[in-house]
Each structure stands twice: as C-alpha cells, then as structure tokens.
C-alpha cells in the first residue's frame, strides 16, 4: 500500500485539525479522535487498521 509523504504544517492544513493539536496527538500528549484517525488515514493513504498495528509493533520492538 502506498503511504503518501507529507509534513505536520501540510497535513493539518489539508485535514483542518489544528497544528497545535495536530503536533500533540503525534507526540502523545493527547490522544487522536476517531474523527481525525479517519481523516488522516485518508490524506496519508493508509488505513486506521495499519497505523494501529505498525504503532503495536514499535511497542514490541
């Protein structure tokens, strides 16, 4: 599956969630909604299925 490249400015400008928040939920001061999971998963070409498991296999690692 291909995953689209692209920056923390660029991708909550095309989502519409806010940089600020944006820049939290991916350094884990604070949990994604399931709203933005499916927005972003779109915008990076990917599926909530596969940023889940990738993120449980980093745990394990």
Known sequence: MARR???VDALSE???V???TLRRSVKGYRPFTIQE?????RLLD???VEI?????DQLAA
């Open 18 to 20: 806010p940089i600020s």
């Open 52 to 56: 889940i498991q990738r993120a449980e």
């Open 37 to 41: 999971l499916f927005v972003i998963t």
């Open 46 to 48: 990917t599926t909530v």
């Open 5 to 7: 490249q692209i920056s």
């Open 14 to 16: 095309e989502s519409g």
